[in-house]
T-cell receptor
Framework: TQLLEQSPQFLSIQEGENLTVYCNSSSVFSSLQWYRQEPGEGPVLLVTVVTGGEVKKLKRLTFQFGDARKDSSLHITAAQPGDTGLYLCAGLGQFYFGTGTSLTVIP | ETGVTQSPTHLIKTRGQQVTLRCSSQSGHNTVSWYQQALGQGPQFIFQYYREEENGRGNFPPRFSGLQFPNYSSELNVNALELDDSALYLC?????????????FGSGTRLTVV
């Protein structure tokens, strides 16, 4: 089992603030994916990062894959209430999801 | 294209009973994975089926069993239900076992064991 630890577990911020969510493991991943899950729904894929050091941007979301491919981060700029949800990382093809970060953006 | 459909959406069962949850995979997807999710936590992997064969299993007891049919739809069966089995059960389909395009999840079945 390749354990994926996410931090923080819970995050409550005001609209307009910036935030960063971390996903860490002691194991190396070939690729890593980030999902967002809204209440009452299943997770939805946001991005797949495949190269160590890679940075991908999706509007106000910036994803980074660590150089050693053991960790990743998700940075949200100017958070909006629509960003509220559970953010999950997952190693590609590894079956297992991270522990999750529950984000609440307060209007 | 149709997404992943799970049924039923909600279910209440009594401890000791058996339950079957169903999942219709997205068109063209040959892999189905099942997860158990507690509120606010990451999904816990139960098992995965690829082309009707079990391709991996998480740390769940044998009373959790599954099946994948020739049309790639799937069932999750849980015998001798326990109170701790109360959770959201998610089904995810994918194009193959290592989906760069990600898993497509259903909205889940909320199981309550009383």
């Amino acid at each position: 089992t390749q354990l994926l630890e996410q931090s923080p577990q819970f995050l409550s911020i005001q609209e307009g603030e910036n935030l960063t969510v971390y996903c860490n493991s002691s194991s190396v991943f070939s690729s890593l994916q980030w999902y967002r899950q809204e209440p009452g729904e299943g997770p939805v894929l946001l991005v797949t990062v495949v190269t160590g050091g890679e940075v991908k941007k999706l509007k106000r979301l910036t994803f980074q894959f660590g150089d050693a491919r053991k960790d990743s981060s998700l940075h949200i700029t100017a958070a909006q209430p629509g960003d509220t949800g559970l953010y999950l990382c997952a190693g590609l093809g590894q079956f297992y999801f991270g522990t999750g970060t529950s984000l609440t953006v307060i209007p | 294209e149709t997404g992943v459909t799970q049924s039923p959406t909600h279910l209440i069962k009594t401890r000791g009973q058996q339950v079957t949850l169903r999942c219709s995979s997205q068109s063209g997807h040959n892999t189905v994975s099942w997860y158990q999710q507690a509120l606010g936590q990451g999904p816990q992997f139960i098992f995965q089926y690829y082309r009707e064969e079990e391709n991996g299993r998480g740390n769940f007891p044998p009373r959790f069993s599954g099946l994948q049919f020739p049309n790639y739809s799937s069932e999750l069966n849980v015998n001798a239900l326990e109170l701790d089995d109360s959770a959201l059960y998610l089904c995810a389909s994918s194009l193959d076992r290592t989906p760069y395009g990600g898993y497509t999840f259903g909205s889940g079945t909320r199981l309550t064991v009383v």
